[in-house]
């Protein structure tokens, strides 16, 4: 993810004018205070792109309005090859729907064919602990973890903004830091949910404040902020999380559920009933971000933390917007559904990505529960 000056992302086709009847979504704005919206901007010596949105700013009573809409909003969530790993040899899955007993993990980083430089980063729980992907080239990974109620099995994936260096440090400071204070905040006794999830969103809200207050006192991290999505498993629940437009998907059975909100002007306005389903991919603000990592407005933490139960047959995917920007989430079920191999997922993924023209940055993590 990038940042630049330019319009906000076109789909396939032209860049749609304004919806008559927007402003309905929000409150008549008074003066505009300096709070900004996310962004994709351009790092420097990259290409213009017109697929990124530029920065906005966005009146305070926009901003509430937004907030009390997300938070008073009810109903379901939206629906929408690699070996294995020194000392593991692939894993059976048991019977679906049976007691999950192992996590089978691949993923791949791609820094595309547009852009100079890679600020998505993500992390995967290692005996190293430390988080993966950035860079200027290709990051690929597997493993396979057990689950019991003590592990720490959290998987995250962050898409920076703000240019080459800033993107890339704020998404590397999301994947570094969220692990280290989940773990901090949860025992390998805690079973609660309301627990977990309160230490969830402190650790992110934690991770808001070093990126925030880094991007104040160094001006050449001035915009800088990322996306960020995980998944944390505990023994048969799973907690996922979302700020910004990175996505996570579970596939069961077949179908495909997206289990995070895209917190973009576009999707408030769908929501709101003010633009249709069909002007969403081509809307102006569809992705203009009210709502990141490096934001004011993330002092909480995420808005939502949804636990679930971890059936044996689960498979979840968690990925920037370079894959889900250009690739439909049928396709992106058929893949995941599809193989037995995650790493061989992923790669599948980043090909489509790719050939489906995305000039972002790609990073795709799957994860099979067996």
Request: net charge negative; proline share 7%.
């Amino acid at each position: 993810m990038n940042d630049h000056d330019g319009p906000a992302r076109p789909g396939a086709g032209e860049v749609r004018p304004p919806v008559p009847g927007e402003d309905r979504a929000v409150s008549p704005p008074p003066p505009l205070d300096k709070g900004r919206i996310g962004s994709r901007a351009q790092g420097p010596g990259q290409p213009a792109d017109p697929e990124k949105a530029g920065e906005v700013a966005i009146p305070s009573t926009w901003r509430n309005a937004l907030s009390k809409f997300w938070r008073g909003l009810a109903g379901p969530p939206q629906a929408g090859g690699g070996s294995a790993p020194a000392g593991h040899s692939p894993t059976e899955a048991g019977p679906p729907g049976s007691a999950p007993r192992m996590l089978r993990v691949g993923v791949v980083s791609t820094v595309g064919n547009y852009r100079e430089h890679n600020e998505d980063n993500f992390y995967l729980p290692t005996l190293a602990g430390k988080a993966l992907g950035g860079g200027t080239g290709h990051r690929d990974a597997s493993l396979e973890v057990l689950l019991d109620g003590g592990s720490q099995n959290i998987f995250v994936v962050a898409d920076g903004m703000g240019g080459q260096l800033a993107g890339e440090k704020a998404s590397q400071m999301a994947v570094d830091i969220i692990p280290k204070e989940v773990a901090r905040r949860v025992g390998p006794g805690e079973s609660d949910d309301r627990q977990v999830e309160r230490a969830i969103r402190d650790a992110v809200a934690a991770a808001n404040q070093e990126i925030l207050g880094l991007s104040v006192v160094q001006t050449e991290f001035n915009n800088m902020g990322t996306t960020v999505v995980l998944t944390f498993f505990r023994g048969d629940r799973v907690y996922v999380a979302g700020i910004g437009d990175s996505r996570v998907y579970r596939v069961r059975d077949g179908q495909i559920e997206q289990l995070t909100k895209d917190h973009s002007l576009a999707q408030a306005l769908l929501e709101a009933g003010t633009i249709t389903a069909e002007e969403l991919p081509n809307h102006k603000f569809n992705h203009v971000l009210y709502l990141y990592l490096g934001s004011k407005d993330a002092r909480g933490g995420p808005e939502e933390i949804r636990a679930d139960e971890v059936r044996a047959g689960d498979r979840f995917l968690l990925a920037s917007d370079g894959l889900t920007g250009v690739v439909h989430d049928a396709q992106l079920a058929e893949v995941v559904a599809s193989s037995d191999d995650p790493q061989l997922a992923a790669r599948s993924l980043m090909k489509m990505a790719l050939d489906n023209l995305s000039k972002d940055n790609v990073t795709c993590l799957v994860i099979h529960v067996v």
